[in-house]
Structures are given as structure tokens and as C-alpha cells.
Nanobody, 121 residues
Framework: QVQLVESGGGLVQAGGSLRLSCAAS????????VAWYRQAPGKQRELVAL???????NYANSVKGRFTISRDNAKKTVYLQMNSLKPEDTAVYYC???????????????WGQGTQVTVSS
């Protein structure tokens, strides 16, 4: 079974930084696109950033210039560096990945359990 485990969330003051990590484990053959989503209370889950397996990245307009997504394929880990944090960045952040397992012929989509990020003003 594949697991995505996020870490690095917490409480930070506005203007501060956090680095989220998401480690994948299991019988993984290949990881394609990875992404971070977030969901604030009373709002829909939204895409924050994504990183394809050929190095392309895409960011939500609200985080461009402040957040950076990266990945370490050898460690099967994706990161989200968040700088200049604002109170409106407060949300549960979820890792998402397209993964092919050893016994699969296709990629499947997986979610992590989420990590809370709270930015105080």
C-alpha cells in the first residue's frame, strides 16, 4: 500500500516561513506529477502548486513568488517552501501524487492526511 505522509506544518507569525515535506512509501515504481493543495475552513480545496516529472511547475496566483515546490526523486519526497506567509495562507495542506506501484500498469492518484498551517497576524 502507498502512503503519503506530510510534515512541517505548525503555527507561524505573518511574514514567517515554513517548509512542508511529503514522503511517499510503499512498493513504488514511479512518481509522476506531485502537488500541494490546501483547504481553509468553509472553503473548497484548492491547488497551491504542482511539479511534473519533467520539471514543469505551476502555482496558484495567490502564492506566486512566495512558495516554491520541489522534489527529491531518490527520497520520494516533495517539498513546499513557504515564505512571506500571510494569515490567508492558513489552511490544512495536502500532498497529492500520481504513483505507479509495482503491481500496477497505470498511475493512481493518492492523497496525504494533511498538515495544519496556521499564520497569525
Amino acid at each position: 500500500q502507498v502512503q503519503l505522509v506530510e510534515s512541517g506544518g505548525g503555527l507561524v507569525q505573518a511574514g514567517g516561513s515554513l517548509r512542508l515535506s511529503c514522503a511517499a512509501s510503499g512498493s513504488i515504481v514511479s512518481i509522476s506529477t506531485v502537488a500541494w493543495y490546501r483547504q481553509a475552513p468553509g472553503k473548497q480545496r484548492e491547488l497551491v502548486a504542482l511539479h511534473t516529472n519533467i520539471g514543469s511547475t505551476n502555482y496558484a496566483n495567490s502564492v506566486k513568488g512566495r512558495f516554491t515546490i520541489s522534489r527529491d526523486n531518490a527520497k520520494k519526497t516533495v517539498y513546499l517552501q513557504m515564505n512571506s506567509l500571510k494569515p490567508e495562507d492558513t489552511a490544512v495542506y495536502y500532498c497529492n501524487a500520481d504513483i505507479r506501484r509495482l503491481l500496477d500498469s497505470t498511475f493512481r492518484n493518492y492523497w496525504g492526511q494533511g498538515t495544519q498551517v496556521t499564520v497569525s497576524s
